[in-house]
Nanobody
Framework: QVQLVESGGGLVQAGGSLRLSCAAS????????MGWFRQAPGKERELVAA????????YYPNSVKGRFTISRDNAKNTVYLQMNSLKPEDTAVYYC???????????????????WGQGTQVTVAS
């Protein structure tokens, strides 16, 4: 059974930092793109970071560019999201996602990801 388990969420003051981790089990994703999404109440799920299979290519929307950094450790089957200079508008549930397909594109909409974690809450207080 494939599982993605996120950790590292919590409450932080504006300007602070958090590091999210997503540990995968049940299969290896070392050849697959992975991403981090977030969903705030009443809003659609949005991609905040994506990384290709090797870690050599990354994507960020303008809303987080320069503040968030995605990375991966294929030996540990784990992907990370370092979030700095957090803002209240970053408050959301953050989800890790992985593609089943090897290689291919990496910055993709949510429906093209095959596996999802349960989510971890990030709350940024003003």
């Amino acid at each position: 059974q494939v599982q993605l388990v996120e950790s590292g969420g919590g409450l932080v003051q504006a300007g602070g930092s958090l590091r999210l981790s997503c540990a995968a089990s049940g299969r290896t994703f070392s050849s697959s793109a992975m991403g981090w999404f977030r969903q705030a109440p009443g809003k659609e799920r949005e991609l905040v970071a994506a990384i290709n299979w090797s870690g050599g290519l990354t994507y960020y929307p303008n809303s987080v560019k320069g503040r968030f950094t995605i990375s991966r450790d294929n030996a540990k089957n784990t992907v990370y999201l370092q979030m700095n200079s957090l803002k209240p508008e970053d408050t959301a549930v953050y989800y890790c996602a992985a593609r089943a397909t090897q290689g291919g594109s990496y910055y993709l909409p949510a429906y093209q990801y095959d596996y999802w974690g349960q989510g971890t809450q990030v709350t940024v207080a003003s």
